[in-house]
């Protein structure tokens, strides 16, 4: 079993950045793609962005694009959102996930397999 552990988020105001970790523990952990999800209250899940595990190939949102940066450290078994230029419309929970079959550009959360618990971001104005 795989598990996902968030840590990173908290209050920020407009304009400013912050820095997502996502830790991945448990069996040999070897995931096709891993990306970022968020949503907000009353909203669904929305694809933030991915990034292939072995390549590291990116994909964004278009919400996001310009502004966050997906990375990894396959060492460490980490995933990183590094989140500039935040808006209070980034304001949201957001969730690392795990995807292991070989489908590039998925940006559906049914088709994940692993999640995190989450890490809340909150922009303020």
């Known amino acids: 079993q795989v598990q996902l552990v968030e840590n990173g988020g908290g209050l920020v105001q407009a304009g400013g950045s912050l820095r997502l970790s996502c830790a991945a523990s448990?069996?040999?952990?070897?995931?096709?793609?891993m990306g970022w999800f968020r949503q907000a209250p009353g909203k669904e899940r929305e694809f933030v962005a991915a990034?292939?595990?072995?390549?590291?190939?990116?994909y964004y949102g278009d919400s996001v694009k310009g502004r966050f940066t997906i990375s990894k450290a396959n060492a460490k078994n980490t995933l990183y959102l590094q989140m500039n230029t935040l808006k209070p419309e980034d304001t949201a929970v957001y969730y690392c996930?795990?995807?292991?079959?070989?489908?590039?550009?998925?940006?559906?959360?049914?088709?994940?397999?692993?999640w995190g618990q989450g890490t809340q971001v909150t922009v303020s104005s």
């Open positions: 990034i292939t595990w072995s390549g590291g190939s990116t």
């Open positions: 448990g069996r040999t952990f070897s995931p096709y793609a």
């Open positions: 996930a795990a995807q292991l079959n070989a489908i590039w550009k998925n940006t559906l959360p049914s088709r994940y397999d692993y």
